[in-house]
Structure formats: structure tokens, C-alpha cells
């Protein structure tokens, strides 16, 4: 705890179990954490991970043997996934009593190698140097969760083991930025690709790009390096389609700081050429950007190059024009029956009724497509999601960290039925906790993105996707949380006018018309998504 503490840490997430892990809530009261008690594993990590990365600090979570660090693994991977560094601390049965105890004993080592950077056994006199060490070691490029398995039967502290996601493969040496001083050189449309690695050097990449028209796209947790208020902010890049106008236009892709987890497994066959640089440390790009050339080099030089590149041949503002396109296009698709609401309108009426420093919660599923390219923001941090694991039950857990570790600012859980399903006794942990954190559900009783995906639709039939209707606003009144139902535009307003007045959490129960999902489906994923942009001619006719 102590090793914590002194980075900076100030919550321990959790769920104990019995003796030792209450040794831990002990030790972290002592050494000055505050505890939180959650309902479940998997959100006390995402929890932590959330404070990780709004903080830059190492999270912390402790869970008990067997089944807490078993429920814990959804967490720990979303950690993985996303390069938050997270330290787990679990209960294990001592190495000394397995002979005779094989009641909740797992192989704790190895299903944390499965999710972590680093796994270690701690325990005896050198526990508090091996605790230390565990936490630099999430906290060292590339961050990352560590495991730590108490047990003090151990000798000395085992050596941690680094499981090999965790060691990065040093990237191409000896090149250095040469080629993408030639490639910007040449270039005459050239486009960035802004990933969550670039948000350390936000400041530089603002100041390269500020002004010079070069459009930036960004990864989902990259949102607000460029601000969404620039004429370079180009909306999303996601491996979909939603980013085709402009990289089909494109002559050159340039990359900093993209982690490919987060991209969706779609292909990557753009005609211009990709770079794509990472800092050194980071786990550079691999093989998703079929054709890539990857570089290992400060993003602050590699932007400074760009800036310093030829005048390019863009329309003016061709970002904004772009992403103004995409959203347009989405808002097209904003129809319902009577009595419910469209998706994109919740998502747009949130965005435009709270202030601009909100920061939002993304879950998985339908509801996040639209919420993702509508959700304006001018600095990065605003707009939080699980990208590379793309976890369900996120985005509560996610919003009540974000009112703990970053108060100052409102705090907004957009999530789908079925994912709130999953973490809904969290709600009271926001209550008992007194945290404005306002849940806004899409509520269609239903998993619409597998819907969609039934394919010949019904597929499986609706027992694979459809749920009774729930009142979710009956529930989080239930446990102690304002609850409201909303059904018109009017009424989403007033309840986020009082959800923002109010100190304890709010759950706001949009009743939403999916019958828009498969178009939004369509132009972020699909073919709907291959049309240019008026005004924006494709490179390549451009030439002749
Ligand atoms: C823990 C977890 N389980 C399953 C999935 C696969 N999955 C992705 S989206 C989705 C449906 C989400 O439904 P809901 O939360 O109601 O949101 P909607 O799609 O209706 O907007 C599922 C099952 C996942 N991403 N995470």
C-alpha cells in the first residue's frame, strides 16, 4: 500500500474476502487510500482502471481467492487492452496449505498471465520491495494491469513474471523518422491517425496541427487531442467505414500513438501508404495495418514533421467538413414511433444539455455508435470507453469512477439495457457514495447490436436477444438513486436539468426505438460508409 501511496494512488477498489484481503482494506486506510467497497470484481477493476487513466496513477483493486480473482479477469483484461496500468491484489491459498486445501484454489498464476503484464507471489520479508516493484512495472511504458497473489507462507517474494504481452518488441531501429520525413515530403494529402499513445503529447501534436489543415482522425480513446471545435478534428477512425471519405482520399496515413486493439477486425486496404509511429516503449503497431511501415520515435518529433511538410492540396477544413458529414448523415437516421426516441436524439439532446467539460461513459453495443461520433470534446479524457476489449458493463462502473477521481466535472454513463443489466447494483455503490454520476440507459429491452447481426436476420430467434421490459428507473429507486422514465425530447431535458442539480446519482430510462440501429450499422461499418464526402474529390481522380 505504501508503494502505491506514494505514486500517487488514492483509492483501493474492491470486494474482500475474509482475513488477509482485510489486512489490505487495513493497510490502505493507514497508508491513506480511501476504500471502496463495489458490488462486483469486474467493475472494482474497471473502476480502478478508470481512476488509472484519468490520473496517470497506478489503480488499485483487491478481490479474494478463487472466485474474486476469477470475477476480476473481465476487469483486468479491459486493462490490458487498453494499456491502463491497474495493480490487483488477491487472496490466494498459501502455497503451504495446497497439499491439504483444494477448496477455491486455481492456478491464480496463470489465470493472471492470461490478462496481465506481470504476475507475482508476495509475501514474507521482502514483500513490501516486491510490492514496489509491481507497481512500477504497471506504471513503466507500456502500462498495464500486474497481478499480485498474496501469500505469506512465500519464502522471499517470488520473482515477477512479465507475461510476454507485456514485454514490448523494440520497433524497427536505426531508421528513425527518415521515412516519414520522405513520405510527408511527397505527400499532398496526408492524414494522422491519433491513438490513445498520443495523448501524452497532446500539446505538441495541437501545436503541429493547429492551422495547417491537415485533417486527424482519432481512435475512440484518443478523442480530444485535436479539439472537436478545430478544423483538423476529422471525427472517428475505427477500422470501419464511417473514416473511408477521407483516407480513400488520402495520399499518405499517418499514424501516432494507435493501438490496433483498438480497431475492429475489418480490412485495412487503403491505396495510400501507412506509417504509423509509436514512442518508444509503447507496443508498437503490428500486423492489423496490412502494408504498414511502423517507426519507433518520439510523437512530438514525428508531428513536427508533418507540420513541416509541403502545402497540401486539402479543400480548406476538409476535417471539419468530414466529420460535419458523418454527423449530419447519422442525424439523418433520427426517426421513432410514437411514445420513444431515437437513439441518436438522446445521445445528441445529452450532448447539447450538459456542460461542455461532462465527461461520458461508453458501454458496449448499439447505442455506443451513435454516442461515440456525437459526443463533442476539446480535450481528451472527456469521452471514456472499454475500446480494445469493448466490454459490456463499463460504462457504470466507469462513471462512478470518474466522479471519485475526477470530480470537478459532471459525469454522464451512457449504456444499453443489457449492459446496465450486468452492473445495475452499482448503483447503489453511487448512492452510498452520493456521486452525481447520471445513467442514461437506451432502453429497448433488447441486445440490438446482436440483433442486427442476425444474419438471416432472426437468426437464433428472439430468445438470443430480447429481454421483458425492465423499469431501470424503478430499480435505481429501489436502491436509493432518482430514478426517470422518458419517452420525448421534452422530458430527457428536464430530467438532465435536475440530474445535474441534484448530489446523489440519477438513472434516466430513455425508452429508445432501435428500428434506426441497422442504417447507423450501415454508414459506421458498412457500405453506406464508402460515399465521399461532397467537395471532397479522391485523390487519385484529383491527379489525373
Ligand atoms: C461482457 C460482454 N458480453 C458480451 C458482449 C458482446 N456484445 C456486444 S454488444 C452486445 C449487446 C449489448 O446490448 P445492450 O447493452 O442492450 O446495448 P444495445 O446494443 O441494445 O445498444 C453484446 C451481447 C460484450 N461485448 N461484452
Not at 512479465?162 to 515530403?185: D, F, K
Request: glycine share 12%; proline share 8%.
Amino acid at each position: 500500500m505504501q508503494a502505491l501511496a506514494e505514486t500517487g494512488t488514492g483509492v483501493l477498489f474492491g470486494v474482500p474476502g475474509g482475513g488477509p484481503n482485510l489486512d489490505v482494506v487495513g493497510a490502505a486506510a493507514a497508508a491513506g487510500l480511501a476504500f471502496v467497497l463495489a458490488r462486483g470484481e469486474t467493475a472494482a477493476v474497471i473502476m480502478a482502471a478508470t481512476c488509472a487513466d484519468l490520473t496517470g496513477t497506478a489503480g488499485a483493486a483487491v478481490v479474494t481467492r478463487g472466485p474474486g480473482l476469477a470475477s476480476a479477469v473481465n476487469g483486468i483484461a479491459h486493462a490490458a487492452l487498453d494499456g491502463l496500468p491497474v495493480v490487483v491484489i488477491a487472496d490466494t491459498v498459501a502455497a503451504a496449505d495446497a497439499a491439504r486445501i483444494s477448496h477455491q484454489r486455481l492456478d491464480q498464476a496463470a489465470l493472471g498471465r492470461s490478462v496481465a503484464k506481470a504476475v507475482a507471489t508476495i509475501g514474507g520479508n521482502r514483500a513490501a520491495q516486491a510490492a514496489g516493484q509491481l507497481v512500477r512495472l504497471a506504471l513503466q511504458p507500456p502500462p498495464g494491469p500486474v497481478l499480485a497473489n498474496m501469500d505469506d507462507s512465500a519464502p522471499a517474494g517470488d520473482a515477477l513474471a512479465v507475461s510476454p504481452a507485456g514485454a514490448a518488441a523494440p520497433g524497427p531501429g536505426g531508421a528513425g523518422l527518415t521515412p516519414l520525413a520522405e513520405a510527408v515530403q511527397a505527400a499532398r494529402r496526408p492524414v494522422v491517425l491519433l491513438g490513445a499513445g498520443a495523448i501524452a503529447s497532446t500539446a505538441a501534436i495541437r501545436g503541429a496541427l493547429a492551422g495547417s489543415g491537415i485533417p486527424a482522425l482519432h481512435t475512440y480513446r484518443a478523442r480530444g487531442i485535436v479539439p472537436d471545435s478545430a478544423d483538423e478534428a476529422a471525427g472517428l477512425v475505427t477500422g470501419g467505414t464511417m473514416e473511408w471519405p477521407l483516407l480513400a482520399a488520402a495520399d499518405l496515413i499517418v499514424g501516432l500513438g494507435v493501438n490496433e486493439a483498438e480497431m475492429i477486425p475489418a480490412a485495412w486496404d487503403y491505396a495510400a501508404p501507412t506509417i504509423l509511429v509509436s514512442e518508444p516503449g509503447a507496443v508498437p503497431a503490428g500486423g492489423y495495418f496490412t502494408g504498414a511501415t511502423a517507426l519507433t520515435a518520439p510523437l512530438a518529433a514525428a508531428a513536427g514533421l508533418l507540420a513541416a511538410g509541403p502545402p497540401h492540396d486539402w479543400p480548406a477544413a476538409a476535417g471539419r467538413a468530414a466529420r460535419a458529414d458523418a454527423v449530419r448523415r447519422l442525424g439523418s437516421i433520427a426517426t421513432a414511433a410514437p411514445g420513444r426516441l431515437a437513439p441518436l436524439q438522446v445521445a445528441a439532446s445529452v450532448r447539447a444539455h450538459t456542460p461542455p467539460e461532462t465527461i461520458a461513459t461508453v458501454d458496449a453495443g448499439a447505442h455506443m455508435l451513435v454516442a461515440m461520433p456525437l459526443w463533442e470534446v476539446d480535450e481528451p479524457r472527456r469521452l471514456l470507453v472499454s475500446s480494445g476489449l469493448a466490454t459490456m458493463g463499463y460504462a457504470l462502473p466507469a462513471a462512478i469512477a470518474a466522479a471519485l477521481c475526477a470530480p470537478q466535472a459532471p459525469v454522464v454513463a451512457f449504456t444499453g439495457d443489457g449492459g446496465l443489466g450486468m452492473t445495475l447494483a452499482e448503483i447503489e455503490t453511487a448512492v452510498r457514495l452520493a456521486l452525481r454520476v447520471i445513467v442514461v440507459v437506451f432502453n429497448d429491452a433488447s441486445l440490438s447490436l446482436i440483433k442486427i447481426k442476425q444474419k438471416p436476420a432472426g437468426q437464433g430467434g428472439p430468445e438470443a436477444v430480447d429481454y421483458r421490459p425492465v423499469s431501470f428507473a424503478a430499480a435505481a429507486a429501489a436502491m436509493g438513486a432518482a430514478g426517470a422514465t422518458v419517452s420525448t425530447a421534452g422530458e430527457l431535458a428536464a430530467e438532465l436539468a435536475a440530474a445535474l442539480r441534484r448530489d446523489g446519482p440519477t438513472v434516466i430510462d430513455a425508452l429508445v426505438d432501435p428500428a434506426g440501429y441497422p442504417a447507423v450499422m450501415d454508414l459506421t461499418r458498412g457500405q453506406a460508409g464508402r460515399r465521399p464526402v461532397p467537395g471532397l474529390a479522391h485523390a487519385k481522380e484529383n491527379a489525373q
